[in-house]
């Protein structure tokens, strides 16, 4: 099973369907906020992807929750957009809250940066951000999630 991972698309609608396009095998995508409505745009315009949201520091409007949790192939996903866990100051509190949860993989947002880190038995993934402020080229991520374990890939958008 292929999931697309994005986040902080912030208006950059675009980018966002140029890098669904260029997964059509993917039939999940979580969406890690900041563009909700982005979101809901690229729902109609693939309603047969499950996208799941949650809502980021600039998505006001939202009523999306702040994290949740999906299972896939029997491994869960705690997701978040991260700024309600420090993220941009270390990975600590987010680690702890997908622990609470007995996640296997916690996936965030917020700090524009692509992470991959592996911790007891935790892997924490950042996909980068899909738009591209703050000097980057804009990423996105793409798991791979076969027999209970998962492969994870950052991809620069072009």
Request: proline residues 1%; contains cysteine; glycine residues 10%.
């Given at each position: 099973m292929k999931i697309v991972v994005v986040s902080d698309v912030h208006g950059d609608y675009q980018r966002l369907s140029d890098i669904i396009d260029a997964e059509k095998d993917a039939s999940n995508v979580i969406f890690l906020g900041d563009g909700l409505a982005e979101s809901e745009m690229l729902q109609d315009e693939h309603p047969a992807l499950r996208i799941y949201t949650v809502r980021g520091n600039c998505d006001y409007t939202s009523f999306s929750p702040t994290s949740a949790v999906a299972s896939f192939e029997g491994l869960n996903f705690f997701y978040t957009h991260g700024q309600l866990y420090g993220?941009?100051?270390?990975?600590?509190?987010?680690?702890?809250?997908?622990?609470?949860?007995?996640?296997?993989?916690?996936?965030?947002?917020?700090?524009?940066?692509?992470?991959?880190?592996?911790?007891?038995?935790?892997?924490?993934f950042n996909p980068g951000a899909?738009?591209?402020?703050?000097?980057?080229?804009?990423?996105?991520?793409?798991?791979?999630?076969?027999?209970?374990?998962?492969?994870?890939?950052?991809?620069?958008?072009?």
């Open positions: 993220v941009k100051n270390g990975t600590d509190e987010l680690a702890e809250a997908a622990r609470a949860r007995t996640a296997d993989v916690a996936l965030f947002g917020h700090t524009h940066i692509p992470c991959l880190e592996k911790r007891e038995g935790l892997t924490l899909v738009t591209s402020m703050r000097g980057s080229m804009g990423s996105y991520g793409v798991i791979e999630v076969k027999n209970g374990s998962a492969q994870f890939e950052h991809k620069k958008i072009k």
